[in-house]
């Protein structure tokens, strides 16, 4: 299984990005998708996930910013980022709860993008 993310840049304060996140490989479902983010010298954080029924929870730090979205069936999620901050800025990371073909469900990452909001 593989995660393969897109869509970080420099952005200006106020801007916006969109990233997507694609899952390929083996497997027989996704659970949770999610992304988490991490700044320089800071802990990864969750920044916002989505549940296979579309449920959302977000970091209260981007609540009313960020929109987490996901296509089960082509098994993407994405995440519109509005209104950036410079404090936004990370490596941001996908990741996917898999329900694997073992019948385990197993976390897997995306290798991350960054996104850098600066003027």
């Known amino acids: 299984v593989q995660l393969q993310a897109s869509g970080g840049g420099l952005v200006q304060p106020g801007g916006s990005l969109r990233l997507s996140c694609a899952a390929s490989?083996?497997?027989?479902?996704?659970?949770?998708m999610g992304w988490y983010r991490q700044a320089p010298e800071k802990q990864r954080e969750l920044v916002a996930v989505?549940?296979?029924?579309?449920?959302?929870n977000y970091a209260d730090s981007v609540k009313e910013r960020f929109t987490i979205s996901r296509d089960n069936a082509k098994n993407t999620v994405s995440l519109q980022m509005n209104s950036l901050k410079p404090e936004d800025t990370a490596v941001y990371y996908c990741?996917?709860?898999?329900?694997?073909?073992?019948?385990?469900?197993?976390?897997?990452w995306g290798l991350g993008t960054l996104v850098t909001v600066s003027s």
């Open positions: 989505i549940t296979s029924g579309s449920k959302t």
């Open positions: 490989g083996s497997f027989f479902g996704i659970n949770d």
């Open positions: 990741n996917a709860e898999v329900r694997t073909t073992r019948g385990a469900v197993r976390p897997y």
